[in-house]
C-alpha cells in the first residue's frame, strides 16, 4: 500500500457491521457473516475487532496495539491495516 494510501486509511474509523453477531471465546471471536458464514479472528484479530466501534481510528488501535502487545508501531500499524482491509473485504468492517 503506497504511503498516502496508508496516511488516510489511519484516519479512517472502523465500525462493525454486524454488532450482534458475533461471539467470544477463549480470547477468539466468531463473527457470523449475514449469509451465515462464520469467520474465527485470532486474539490480535479480536482485540482489533473489538476496537472497531466506530470511535476509534485505525491509528488510534494501531496505537492501542502496540501498546498492548509491546510491538513497534510500524509492526502495529501493518497488522491493524491487514485485519481492517480483510474484514473490510468480508463485509464484517465499514470505514468512515
Known amino acids: 500500500m503506497r504511503n498516502d494510501a ?3 486509511m489511519l484516519n479512517k474509523y472502523p ?3 454486524h454488532k450482534r453477531n458475533w461471539i467470544e471465546s477463549d480470547g477468539k471471536v466468531a463473527v457470523v457473516a449475514p449469509l451465515g458464514e462464520m469467520y474465527w479472528l485470532n486474539e490480535t484479530g479480536a482485540f482489533i475487532w473489538r476496537l472497531c466501534d466506530g470511535t476509534h481510528s485505525t491509528k488510534a488501535i494501531a496505537d ?3 501498546e498492548k502487545y509491546n510491538v513497534e ?3 502495529a500499524i501493518k497488522d491493524v491495516l491487514e ?3 480483510y474484514l473490510e473485504k468480508l463485509g464484517l468492517v465499514g470505514l468512515q
Open 6 to 8: 496508508v496516511a488516510v
Open 15 to 17: 465500525l462493525r457491521l
Open 64 to 66: 492501542v496495539l502496540a
Open 73 to 75: 508501531g510500524d509492526t
Open 83 to 85: 485485519i481492517i482491509l
